[in-house]
Nanobody
Framework: QVQLVESGGGLVQPGGSLRLSCAAS????????IGWFRQAPGKEREGVSC????????LYADSVKGRFTISRDNAKNTVYLQMNSLKPEDTAVYYC??????????????WGKGTLVTVSS
C-alpha cells in the first residue's frame, strides 16, 4: 500500500525554476529517507538528491549542487525538490523513491511513476 506520487513537472525555460513534490502514503515519512532520481532521454537513471529521516541530512549530485534544494514536510508526508537555474540538460523524467531511515541510492524500495520536466526555450 506504499505509494509515492510525484507532481510539479512541466515545461520551463532555461534559467527558470520548478518545485517538484513527492507525496507519500502508506508510510510515515518520519522514518524514511526520500530520494529524487531522473532519467533523461537515451540516458541511464541518475541520483539527484536525497534526504534522510534521522537528522535531515541531504545529498546532492554534483551536477545540481547549488541549484536544487531538497526538503521535507513530515506533517504533510511530502518531500520537495526546488529546482532553480534550470538547464536544458536537466530535462528528464524525475522520480522519487524511498527506503527506511538512511539515504542509500542503490537500495531504494518504493518508487513513484515520475513527472516530466522539460527545460527548453
Amino acid at each position: 500500500q506504499v505509494q509515492l506520487v510525484e507532481s510539479g513537472g512541466g515545461l520551463v525555460q532555461p534559467g527558470g525554476s520548478l518545485r517538484l513534490s513527492c507525496a507519500a502514503s502508506g508510510l510515515t515519512l518520519d522514518y524514511y529517507a526520500i530520494g529524487w532520481f531522473r532519467q533523461a532521454p537515451g540516458k541511464e537513471r541518475e541520483g539527484v538528491s536525497c534526504i534522510s529521516s534521522t537528522d535531515g541530512s541531504t545529498l546532492y549530485a554534483d551536477s545540481v549542487k547549488g541549484r536544487f534544494t531538497i526538503s521535507r514536510d513530515n506533517a504533510k508526508n511530502t518531500v520537495y525538490l526546488q529546482m532553480n537555474s534550470l538547464k536544458p540538460e536537466d530535462t528528464a523524467v524525475y522520480y522519487c523513491a524511498t527506503r527506511p531511515v538512511l539515504c542509500s541510492p542503490r537500495d531504494m524500495d518504493y518508487w513513484g511513476k515520475g513527472t516530466l520536466v522539460t527545460v527548453s526555450s
